[in-house]
């Protein structure tokens, strides 16, 4: 789930804030910024969870081997 969620709040971030000048000085911190950063994250977090509850199969929990050999299969 990491990767999803991360995927997820890059892209709300990067929505909401296309229209954004580019900052000229990096070194200082945009309270902005990190206000949507807050509300990305909220809003991946919520939509993955409503998705997780609702729709299991998009998203199983444990792998299950889809191969199992049998004595065939192994070389002598």
């Not at 910024?33 to 199983?60: G, N, T």
């Amino acid at each position: 789930m990491g990767p999803s969620l991360l995927i997820a709040t890059c892209l709300i971030l990067a929505i909401r804030t296309a229209k954004w000048p580019a900052l000229t000085k990096r070194m200082l911190s945009d309270s902005e910024l990190d206000q949507e950063i807050d509300f990305a994250e909220y809003m991946a977090k919520k939509v993955l969870s409503h998705l997780m509850s609702r729709s299991e199969a998009i998203f199983p929990q444990r792998k299950q081997p889809w191969c199992q050999p049998d004595g065939k299969d192994c070389p002598e």
